[in-house]
């Protein structure tokens, strides 16, 4: 196996550098001079990285009854250049779209492609151009994707990198095909106050009692719709039911456990995920946080956490969705070299080949490294069982409520 694709299947697998050195006993610099090519494993270590990655190919696809989706995308550009968004961050043709006069959140042009939709506002609007994607236009954007061999956190990254782009608005979700949580009996358990939660707002819509023809099934909210962060529990076999007109029982899946963020908690959520590449991970770990059902034992008379509530969440990190300014930290100056430095520091390296001139090695000599700068380095070679992992998030081991790695790690 060539050095490169070992980034891939760690990818592909939803891992951090950090996990993999930690579960392998190896140091995270190690990993990473491996996936950079600076370093060959060993054929035996080569061998357990295999077996390693491939354990958890087989336990994803093995495991698929709970998967991860991105569900609506908004992102803002400070252009009116809707062209280059296109080209350049959705990397698709602007002559497939086609436009239409619009009024809608106060821009004036829309430029839509199925139901990816570019929204243009007038010259020098602070608006600039925003990319409007629903839940159908997140499918559609993912066909995109397959086509170009590349995921979600390619797009995001451009966003980033190339537009300057802002998100607005995030939704993402489990798809739960097992039915690990009843809803309805975990709407009975908040009405018996076996819900801690940090919302002021929980409600319970149950639409199999409406006599309007709009069977639904019954759903949990928590929090203000207009609020920067909404969770959304539901009966997705209902919808989906009535939608297609077939059987309850022949749905794939049976419930969705969705959250909704705005604005700041929304471009929180793209920097956490740019740094761990795990949806499934950050979106169980963001609704413990908020949230945890409970269930009375009657042998103890106290109330312990759920059991189902346990299955659904697994292992979960500790996330900062503070506002407060996150400082940079070596991951992610690595990762941000590795997406946006690496064509130009090759191009510098193939220049000095022709001309004998190392560029490169001029500009390390230029600069200067704060004591910040060194401490991060310091604290990034040192062994992963001591380090902070990424930036302060920590894993959570559920069964034992014990926190690796973070400020109690």
Partial sequence: ???????ELRLKCGLTQ???AKDLGISREFINRIESGKKNPSEELAERLNEYYQSFLDTIHKSDDVTAIFDWVRVRFPTNDWQMVCEKVLCIDPDLFFYKHTGKYGYVECYYY???QILNSKNGDSRGVLVDMSGQGCRNYEIVLDE???RWHDFFNRCLDIGKGTFTRLDCALDDKKEIISIPKFADKWRKGYLKTDFKVVKVIDERLMKNNSDNGMTIYFGSRNGTIHFAFYQKDYEQAKKKKIAKEDVEVKNRYEIRLMDEKANRFIDEYLTTYDCSLLIRSIIDKYVTFFDYDKYRKELVVSKEW???LK?????????EPKE???????????YQGGRVLKKLRLYGEYTGEDLIEKIIENAELSDEDEMQVEQATTDSANIVVLDGIGYLNRETG???GGSNG
């Fill in 1 to 7: 196996m060539e050095s490169k694709n070992y980034k």
């Fill in 18 to 20: 950090s996990k993999v």
């Fill in 114 to 116: 199925g139901n990816i």
């Fill in 148 to 150: 170009l061999n590349q």
């Fill in 310 to 312: 346990n299955e659904l």
């Fill in 315 to 323: 292992e979960t990190i500790d996330v900062d969705f503070s506002m």
């Fill in 328 to 338: 940079v930290s070596f991951e992610k100056s690595y990762r941000w070299m590795d």
């Fill in 402 to 404: 014990q926190l690796f």
